[in-house]
Structure formats: structure tokens, C-alpha cells
């Protein structure tokens, strides 16, 4: 690119380099704009003779466009891409959802000199119309290579982030105490409720067994029955993982153990399991208090039912301090 200072008469065509504010200090044109016939009219009325611009040169794409093309390649699901001023575009959900970001890719991408790329954390819940993405380039124009290099890596590893939906999802709720389950839903109910209202959701499903292995198997058993998204447990007690009866009664009814310990606090003692595909999640402590804690990193992805793995679980570290 080549800046210059031209007369407002022959800048048709050519990249504004500086933002024009109208006496009183209002904006009139933005900073990478591209000037019309109508734009100079209106430069020439406001009593502009010069202005500073710039040309792309041969091997050049111009910003919005740049953005554009990233932008396309950069996320999938129920997203849309709106252009902003300044080379930007960015990615709104259509729906609500759950944000799953390859954390690696984006780290990737964001090592190139002319284009950045700022998502929402992976796992977040968006409501619909929430910006959860944002591609901005360098100022003006992008070198045509570098550009290439940025798709080319976006085409070969996936996008770098998918909006999943959350649709119709039905959460199963089994409360347990070692004496009296229905002591379990008295206490842990009402916070259940409002944890899941954050992001629209209701329980569908729920029982009270007394925490005793074959009663806590039965209860699961029967909760799968309803094909839940997931079932969460709320035990009054603290387990000591899959040894504790929750564990044992998941193993006995032929549930995969994914992972015991999360490096969330507060959520350490936190156990997921999954039956087929549904997932089971014990929570011990977390369901007494509505203060942000592990259950609310991982309902997002189980809602949207979405396979959490051991692996991301571990991963949840970065951040994991909640209070």
C-alpha cells in the first residue's frame, strides 16, 4: 500500500486512511472506507479539498474483504457473519447455543501477521443474537500469501469454532441422601432450578432415592428409560469418587467412567460418567450454592449435547479458579 494525499475530485475508489469528523466533532466517514462519487460530493460540501488515502497494490486484498473470507472458514453452526467497520467481521449466534473454540487452532492462527481472531471461551453459553466471534485484519489490505496461508490452515484442521445448539434439551435430576432422598430435592431443588433457568432449561425428569447402591442404580436406570440429554446427581454426601455409591451404582448399570477430580474450584470432587451417550454427572457441594462452580463450565456442552471427554475436562485448569 502506498498512503498519499490527493484531491477529494480523484479519490474515487481509494481507501480512506483517516477517520473525517464533521465540525462538532461527528463522524462523516470512517477510516478504511472506500470513497464513492456520493462520498466526495458530500466531502466537497463539508468544504474538504484534499484527502489522505491509500491504493492496494498488485498481491493485495483489501480489509473487508480479507475478513470476509476468514471469517467464512473460521466458524460453523448456528452462527451468522455481519461485516463491521475497520475490518472486522464478526459472528453472531441465530440461536442459543453452546461455544466450542479448538483453543490450539485459534493460538495458530493468531501467530499470523495480519489477521487476529477473538472468540467467546470455550464451553460459554451465548443467547441468540450474542457476538461470539470477531475477525479483524490489518489496517487496509492483507497480502494476498498470508491470506491464503490463514484459509489453507482453516480448510485443512476445521473451523476454529461451532455454535452448537441448544434444542429441546431434557435434564433428569436424581437427588440422594443417605437417609431420606426427598431431603436431597428439599434442599438442592430450588437451586437446581435456577441454575439451569440461566440457560433456559427446566429439569423433566427427577427422584429421590435413598443414597444406597441398588436404589441409586434403579433411580439411574429409570431416569434413562426417559432418554435424557443428561442426568445430574445431587447427593448431600461428599463422594469419594467411583468408589463412593454413586460411583458403584453407575458401574453396576454399565457406565462408562470418563473422569473422577476436575481442576475447578469449587468442583474438585466432580465425576462424569456416561451411559451410551448420556451423560451422568455427579457434583457433590455444587448444587447448594448458585455461586459459579464446575457445574456451570460443563452444562453448556451437555445441554447442547455435546461429548465431553476426560481430556477437556482436565483442560478446564486454565480458569478453573472460580471464587
Not at 453472531?92 to 493460538?107: G, I, K, M
Not at 469454532?161 to 431443588?189: K, W
Not at 461428599?238 to 468408589?243: F, Q
Amino acid at each position: 500500500m502506498k498512503a498519499q494525499t490527493v484531491s477529494v475530485r480523484e479519490s474515487a475508489g481509494r481507501i480512506l486512511c483517516c477517520t473525517i469528523f464533521r465540525q462538532g466533532g461527528r463522524k462523516l466517514l470512517a477510516k478504511g472506507h472506500i470513497l464513492s462519487e456520493d462520498d466526495i460530493r458530500l466531502l466537497e460540501t463539508e468544504g474538504l479539498g484534499e484527502v489522505w488515502v491509500t491504493d492496494l497494490e498488485d498481491g493485495e486484498v483489501g480489509e473487508d474483504q480479507a475478513v470476509a473470507q476468514v471469517a467464512t472458514e473460521t466458524g460453523c453452526g448456528c452462527l451468522e457473519i455481519r461485516l463491521a467497520p475497520g475490518g472486522r467481521a464478526n459472528l453472531f449466534a441465530t440461536e442459543d447455543c453452546c461455544v466450542l473454540v479448538d483453543e490450539e487452532l485459534l493460538r495458530q492462527i493468531n501467530c499470523t501477521a495480519s489477521i487476529v481472531i477473538a472468540t467467546s471461551p470455550n464451553f460459554s453459553h451465548a443467547r441468540q443474537e450474542q457476538r461470539i466471534a470477531t475477525v479483524k485484519s490489518a489496517p487496509f489490505a492483507v497480502a494476498q500469501p498470508q491470506l491464503e496461508a490463514v484459509i489453507n490452515i482453516l480448510r485443512e484442521r476445521g473451523p476454529i469454532l461451532q455454535a452448537r445448539p441448544i434444542r429441546s434439551a431434557a435434564v433428569a435430576v436424581l437427588y440422594t441422601d443417605p437417609l431420606n432422598g426427598e431431603r436431597a430435592r428439599q434442599l438442592f431443588e430450588p437451586v437446581v432450578g435456577q441454575r439451569l433457568g440461566r440457560f433456559g432449561v427446566a429439569p423433566s425428569y427427577a427422584l429421590a432415592p435413598v443414597e444406597e447402591e441398588d436404589s441409586v442404580a434403579r433411580a439411574l436406570e429409570h431416569l434413562l428409560r426417559a432418554r435424557p440429554t443428561g442426568i445430574l446427581v445431587a447427593s448431600t454426601s461428599a463422594p469419594a469418587g467411583p468408589d463412593d455409591v454413586v460411583g458403584r451404582a453407575m458401574t453396576r448399570i454399565g457406565c462408562h467412567l470418563e473422569r473422577f477430580l476436575a481442576p475447578v474450584e469449587p468442583g474438585n470432587l466432580f465425576l462424569l460418567a456416561y451411559k451410551n451417550e448420556v451423560p451422568i454427572m455427579s457434583a457433590p457441594g455444587c448444587f447448594r450454592s448458585t455461586k459459579p462452580n464446575i457445574l456451570d463450565l460443563v452444562l453448556p456442552p451437555m445441554l447442547a449435547r455435546y461429548r465431553i471427554s476426560g481430556w477437556e475436562v482436565a483442560g478446564l485448569g486454565h480458569g478453573g479458579l472460580l471464587g
